[in-house]
């Protein structure tokens, strides 16, 4: 059985940064491809950002380019999303989730397309 469980969420002020961590329990961790999604009050969830099996390719929303960092330490089991120059509109649950594709493809942008979630943490920005 495999279980995804996020960290890090809190309240934040504009400007500040944060580190998210997912960390998966059962299966082959390095056989998922990871990502992160979010959702706003009242908005519908939204696609943030994959990491392949490796770490090494990645997919980001065009809407966090530049901002948004995700990563991953396979030795961990654990998947992070850096956050930097925190906004008000970053506020939301952000959940993580496991995509067992059998391949090394991270442009996983919607979430049918993963096996296993979260429960979210909870991420809000205001002064």
């Known amino acids: 059985q495999v279980q995804v469980v996020e960290s890090g969420g809190g309240v934040y002020q504009p400007g500040d940064s944060l580190r998210l961590s997912c960390k998966v329990f059962g299966g082959r961790f390095d056989m998922f491809v990871m990502g992160w999604f979010r959702q706003a009050p009242g908005k519908e969830r939204e696609f943030v950002a994959a990491?392949?099996?490796?770490?090494?390719?990645?997919y980001y929303a065009d809407s966090v380019k530049g901002r948004l960092t995700i990563s991953r330490d396979n030795t961990k089991n654990t998947a992070y999303l850096d956050i930097h120059s925190l906004k008000p509109e970053d506020s939301a649950v952000y959940y993580c989730?496991?995509?067992?594709?059998?391949?090394?493809?991270?442009?996983?942008?919607?979430?049918?397309?993963?096996?296993?979630w979260g429960q979210g943490t909870q991420v809000t920005v205001s002064s």
């Open positions: 990491v392949g099996w490796f770490g090494t390719t990645e």
């Open positions: 989730a496991a995509a067992l594709t059998g391949t090394d493809m991270v442009a996983l942008t919607t979430a049918d397309l993963y096996d296993y």
